[in-house]
Nanobody
C-alpha cells in the first residue's frame, strides 16, 4: 500500500506564503503524475496543480501565477509553493499520485493538510 504524507499547512495572513510537502512511501518515478487538489468547506475537490513525470506542470485557473509545483525524485517528495495567498485559498489540501491509465486503483491520496488564510 502506498502512503502519501502531507505537511506544511497552517494559518497565514492574506498575501503571505506557505510551502506544502508531500512525501511518498515509494519512488515517485513510479507514477505518471503527482498533484495537489483542495477542498473548501461545502465545496467540491478541485485541481490545484499537477506535475508529470517529464516535469511539465499544469495549474488550476484560480492559482496560476501564484502557486508553483515541483518535485524532488531523490526524496520522493512533491512540493507546492503558495505565494500571494488569499482568503479563498483556505481549504484542505490533498496530495495525489496518479498511476498509469488502466491501473487499479488509478490514484492514491494523502490524508490532507489544512491551509487557513486570514484576511
Amino acid at each position: 500500500q502506498v502512503q502519501l504524507v502531507e505537511s506544511g499547512g497552517g494559518l497565514v495572513q492574506s498575501g503571505g506564503s506557505l510551502r506544502l510537502s508531500c512525501t511518498v512511501s515509494r519512488s515517485i518515478l513510479y507514477f505518471a503524475a503527482m498533484g495537489w487538489h483542495r477542498q473548501a468547506p461545502g465545496g467540491e475537490r478541485e485541481l490545484v496543480a499537477i506535475i508529470h513525470r517529464n516535469e511539465s506542470a499544469d495549474y488550476g485557473d484560480p492559482v496560476r501565477g501564484r502557486f508553483t509545483i515541483s518535485r524532488d525524485n531523490a526524496k520522493n517528495t512533491v512540493y507546492l509553493q503558495m505565494n500571494s495567498l488569499k482568503s479563498e485559498d483556505t481549504a484542505i489540501y490533498y496530495c495525489n499520485a496518479d498511476r498509469l491509465i488502466g491501473s487499479v486503483p488509478p490514484r492514491y491520496w494523502g490524508q490532507g493538510t489544512q491551509v487557513t488564510v486570514s484576511s
